[in-house]
Nanobody, 121 residues
Framework: QLQASGGGLVQAGGSLRLSCEAS????????MGWFRQAPGKEREFVAG????????SYVGSVKGRFAISRDNAKNTVYLQMNSLKPVDTAVYCC????????????????WGQGTLVTVSS
């Protein structure tokens, strides 16, 4: 089970940190991804991290602003979001899979519920 939290309302230029806590599984053996879905749009890969945290990847629109990290001792993956823009407004979900992370949501076996991020202008 994955539990995401940390969403909310923030002004443009502000920051939020999302957390996704895993339970019931061997968290450290899974690659993790963050995805988002804005109203009327398709789900989009945001960031991914491998099991050790040594490899990360980002969609181009968030590079330099967002940072994904994980703490395997706490079974938690984080998404630090800085310099937020109104276009970042979306429901953000975390996902887990065995094997390397992927930008394709269809290969992830486990999903958490979404947390809403709203960025006002």
């Amino acid at each position: 089970q994955l539990q995401a939290s940390g969403g909310g309302l923030v002004q443009a230029g502000g920051s939020l940190r999302l957390s996704c806590e895993a339970s019931g599984r061997t968290f450290s053996s899974y690659s993790m991804g963050w995805f988002r879905q804005a109203p009327g749009k398709e789900r989009e890969f945001v960031a991914g991290i491998n099991w050790s945290g040594g490899t990360t990847s980002y969609v181009g629109s968030v590079k330099g602003r967002f940072a994904i990290s994980r703490d395997n001792a706490k079974n938690t993956v984080y998404l630090q979001m800085n310099s937020l823009k109104p276009v970042d407004t979306a429901v953000y979900c975390c996902a887990a899979r065995t094997g390397p992370y992927s930008t394709s949501g269809s290969v992830y076996q486990y999903w958490g519920q979404g947390t809403l991020v709203t960025v006002s202008s």
